[in-house]
Structure formats: structure tokens, C-alpha cells
């Protein structure tokens, strides 16, 4: 029986649900991760990795508890990540970045983990997660024919719907929870703007008007998810679920034709600059004192970096943003 110690403080959390009687969910999801930047053009990032996940579905549900647990494995990091009535609690364990899936494999092998846990209010005991061998579809995730590009000039008129296209993929005979996810997220404090699941045979997507919000920078992620769900599998009537994900990142704008005029005078000038410095100390666009929606994030990747300044010097020095 394979004892990885990813999983000692996600069999703490189990115990943790154990402690308030409740369902807890065992997940595992291996992923690969694709940049695209053009039409056609799509980059593997090459880095696989794997995050292991135990729910429990109420508010602390992992608070209190104990558990004894040795093994071989030590991920980077792992904590607990939300707390809400309406979704419980999760604690995630992640693997290290790897070169390849069979670097990936060696380190996260499939078959039996077994987590042995104690409680204060219920005896102790295990329990199994099977992780099956790693099943992604042969494709790579890719917006299809003018897709991306499109999406680039999407500012120019956000009450419309966009319709956009996507290869589909190949699901495994054996999976019965497969599904191409898209995400619209902000890339500074937005959160999610919008989200979609469809089967892994569709090839078109749409955007409603208005899903989008004119001044920010968003990043995209699709996902090609080849996933199996045992319902009831878990202890006290929670799952299993194993995904096996290949993902592509996309980044957009809607801050109309001159991004580099951070206070919208129509030049890119010192006044500009004062701004984008206030920025570039302050890197992240999520802190809470960066201006909303992040201006001087020009490259859209939610930091304000010195890719941000080489976009924001040839702003600069031509001055007018539409020069006559």
C-alpha cells in the first residue's frame, strides 16, 4: 500500500470532517499546461503537476483534528483553501512542477493511497483513494481558426455575444465525467467573469454580451478534462474523482486602442508614468492598493512587471495616442 505524505494533511482534513460527522470527498487532478498567444499558435509550458484535494462540505470542517501519518513524498505546499456554508472546506496538496508526465508518474504513481486517521469524537480508522493510471486525450487544447485574434478586438463592441471555436477531444472509453471547461477570469481583482462547461465533442463556444467589463485585462483557461467520479466512495457519502486536464492559457484587454494612456487624457505622457511607477513597486495587481482594474498592467498576466515597461516605453515616446 503506497503512504505519500502529499496526503498527511489532506488525511488530517478527513479526520477533520470525521470529527463533525459529515461527507468528505477524496480528488486527485493531473495537469499540463499550453500558452497560446496567436491563431495557431500554441506553447507547452512543460511543467506537469498534480494537486491532491479532501472537502469536507461544511465550514471548518478540518479544524480540531489530528492525525498520525508517515511517508516518502514532501510537496512544495499544501493548506487549506476556502471556508464557506455553501462549499465546506478544502485542503490541497500539490506536487512539484515536472519535466514530463513520466517524471510526474514516477513521483504521484497510480494505485492504492490509504490514509489512517484519528478523531476525538468517532474511532479511528483508514481509508483508500485509488488514483488510476494517468488517461489525458491525445489533444492539446487550442481556440480554433480566428478565435484568438478575435478575442483581442473584443472591446470594440462587448454587448455582443462571442462565438468562438475549439478543437473538442478524444475522452477515455471509461470516463464518465469528462468535459471542456472554459474560464473568463480578471487578471487584477476581478475574479471570474464568466464560465461554461461543455462535452468533449463541442466545438463552439459563446460568450453573452456583457459577460465582459470594458477597461480591464483578463486571462482565459480551457480545459480538456478526462475525468472518472465514484459517488458515494468517500467517508460518510462523499466521492473519488480523478482528472487527468490539459489546459491553455489565453490573455485578453478591453482598455480600447491606447492601453499605455493609464489616465485616459488621449497621450502617454509623465502623468503616465507617475502611474505606472505606482504600479511597478507595487507588482501585484491584486493588492488592495492597486488602482482598479490594474492599468498599467499591459501585458495582462495580473503583475506590473518590467514586460509592462518595454510595452509602455514606445507608448511613451511617441507621445499622442492617435498622433496626426
Known amino acids: 500500500?503506497?503512504?505519500?505524505n502529499v496526503w498527511a494533511a489532506c488525511a488530517a482534513l478527513g479526520v477533520g470532517g470525521m470529527c463533525f460527522g459529515q461527507a468528505i470527498?477524496?480528488?486527485?487532478?493531473?495537469?499540463?499546461?499550453?500558452?497560446?498567444?496567436?491563431?495557431?499558435?500554441?506553447?507547452?509550458y512543460n511543467d506537469w503537476s498534480c494537486v491532491l484535494a479532501i472537502t469536507g462540505n461544511v465550514p471548518d470542517a478540518f479544524s480540531n483534528c489530528t492525525i498520525n501519518y508517515a511517508g516518502p513524498l514532501s510537496p512544495l505546499a499544501m493548506g487549506i483553501v476556502g471556508n464557506s456554508i455553501e462549499h465546506g472546506q478544502t485542503w490541497y496538496g500539490y506536487s512539484n512542477l515536472n519535466p514530463s508526465l513520466a517524471d510526474l508518474d514516477t513521483e504521484m504513481p497510480p494505485g492504492p493511497y490509504?490514509?489512517?486517521y484519528e478523531a476525538g469524537a468517532l474511532p479511528g480508522g483508514t481509508h483508500v483513494f485509488e488514483l488510476p493510471p494517468s488517461a489525458f486525450c491525445?489533444?492539446?487544447?487550442?481556440?480554433?481558426?480566428?478565435?484568438?485574434?478575435?478575442?483581442?478586438?473584443?472591446?470594440n463592441d462587448l454587448a455582443s455575444d462571442f462565438t468562438g471555436s475549439m478543437g473538442g477531444f478524444t475522452d477515455d472509453a471509461g470516463a464518465n465525467a469528462s468535459a471542456i471547461s472554459l474560464l473568463i477570469y480578471g487578471a487584477g481583482q476581478g475574479?471570474?467573469?464568466?464560465s461554461a462547461s461543455a462535452a468533449p465533442t463541442e466545438t463552439s463556444f459563446t460568450i453573452p454580451g456583457g459577460s465582459i467589463e470594458d477597461g480591464r485585462a483578463y486571462f482565459g483557461v480551457m480545459y480538456y478534462t478526462v475525468s472518472f467520479s465514484s459517488l458515494g466512495a468517500g467517508v460518510e457519502g462523499g466521492s473519488h474523482t480523478s482528472s487527468f486536464s490539459r489546459n491553455v492559457f489565453f490573455y485578453f484587454n478591453t482598455r480600447g486602442p491606447c492601453p499605455a494612456d493609464l489616465n485616459g487624457d488621449g497621450m502617454v505622457d509623465d502623468e503616465d508614468f507617475v502611474l505606472f511607477v505606482q504600479a511597478y513597486n507595487l507588482l501585484y495587481c491584486s493588492d488592495p492598493a492597486a488602482v482598479n482594474?490594474?492599468?498599467?498592467?499591459?501585458?495582462n498576466d495580473g503583475y506590473v512587471v518590467d514586460?509592462?515597461?518595454?510595452?509602455?516605453?514606445?507608448?511613451y515616446n511617441q507621445l499622442l495616442c492617435e498622433p496626426r
Open 1 to 4: 500500500m503506497k503512504k505519500q
Open 25 to 44: 470527498s477524496f480528488s486527485s487532478s493531473k495537469a499540463e499546461n499550453y500558452l497560446q498567444t496567436g491563431d495557431g499558435v500554441i506553447t507547452p
Open 114 to 116: 490509504e490514509f489512517a
Open 138 to 155: 491525445p489533444e492539446a487544447p487550442e481556440l480554433l481558426g480566428d478565435t484568438y485574434s478575435r478575442l483581442q478586438s473584443y472591446k
Open 191 to 194: 475574479g471570474v467573469f464568466w
Open 293 to 299: 482594474k490594474c492599468p498599467a498592467d499591459l501585458t
Open 307 to 315: 514586460d509592462d515597461f518595454v510595452e509602455f516605453v514606445p507608448a
